[in-house]
């Protein structure tokens, strides 16, 4: 039986090229785990209740679903697919704003504002960043490092008495371990004799 060494050069060719790939790519896996893992281990609260909605980490920014801001009060929400604008009109003190999607643009009450960040839409949902939201709905921010919690509370007003929203009363314990999806490792380049 005779062996061709072409054949042979041509496998260990291939074997180093797939080895090759492996290590460029190997890199840019841990920064794709951490932004999956941050995504997931961020909570909101919403006057004390959590987010139903999808919460987004994108850039630095948390991002959460228009209709979770409805708790806020007495809200509707129509969004322009022509324009991409969403007119958010109630609320105690009857208030109208007009986001612009990807535009820090905006308008309250007719006067120009700009935002600190653009609203967004991501699987067709329309997102807005926490902090933008608190400025619009006049909520409290905070922002609980530890437990990768963001606490938005607004105090209802009705007929001129307001009332405290809930707080959680203990915040969730992370479970113990690494968070976030655990890549592995990639494969060592063969030895060539």
Same mark, same amino acid.
């Given at each position: 039986?005779?062996?061709?060494?072409?054949?042979?050069?041509?496998?260990?060719?291939?074997?180093?090229?797939?080895?090759?790939?492996?290590?460029?790519?190997?890199?840019?896996?841990?920064?794709?785990?951490?932004?999956?893992?941050?995504?997931?281990? !961020?909570? /909101?609260?919403?006057?004390?209740? &959590?987010?139903?909605? +999808? /919460?987004?980490?994108?850039?630095?920014? !948390?991002?959460?679903?228009?209709?979770?801001?409805?708790? =806020? $009060?007495?809200?509707? =929400?129509?969004?322009?697919?022509?324009?991409?604008?969403?007119?958010?009109?109630?609320?105690?003190?009857? +208030?109208? =704003?007009?986001?612009?999607?990807?535009?820090? +643009?905006?308008?309250?009450? $007719?006067?120009?504002?700009?935002?600190?960040?653009?609203?967004?839409?991501?699987?067709?949902? !329309?997102?807005?960043?926490?902090?933008?939201?608190?400025?619009? =709905?006049?909520? +409290?921010?905070?922002?609980?490092?530890?437990?990768?919690?963001?606490?938005? !509370?607004?105090?209802?007003?009705?007929?001129?008495?307001?009332?405290?929203?809930?707080?959680?009363?203990?915040?969730? &314990?992370?479970?113990?371990?690494?968070?976030?999806?655990?890549?592995?490792?990639?494969?060592?380049?063969?030895?060539?004799?």
């Amino acid at each position: 039986m005779r062996i061709r060494s072409g054949n042979n050069a041509g496998k260990v060719k291939k074997m180093l090229l797939a080895a090759t790939a492996a290590l460029l790519i190997a890199p840019l896996a841990p920064s794709i785990g951490e932004k999956i893992a941050l995504a997931a281990a !961020t909570t /909101v609260y919403i006057n004390g209740r &959590v987010a139903q909605g +999808e /919460v987004l980490v994108r850039n630095g920014l !948390t991002y959460l679903t228009l209709t979770d801001l409805k708790s =806020f $009060g007495d809200y509707s =929400f129509r969004y322009n697919k022509t324009w991409r604008t969403i007119t958010i009109t109630g609320g105690d003190s009857g +208030e109208r =704003f007009v986001l612009t999607l990807g535009s820090r +643009e905006a308008k309250r009450n $007719g006067q120009n504002i700009t935002l600190e960040a653009a609203p967004l839409s991501y699987e067709n949902k !329309t997102m807005v960043p926490v902090r933008v939201a608190a400025d619009l =709905f006049g909520a +409290e921010l905070q922002w609980d490092q530890n437990g990768s919690r963001v606490l938005l !509370t607004k105090e209802a007003e009705s007929n001129g008495n307001s009332t405290a929203p809930s707080r959680p009363s203990r915040p969730p &314990v992370s479970p113990p371990g690494p968070s976030g999806p655990s890549v592995p490792k990639p494969p060592s380049a063969p030895s060539i004799s």
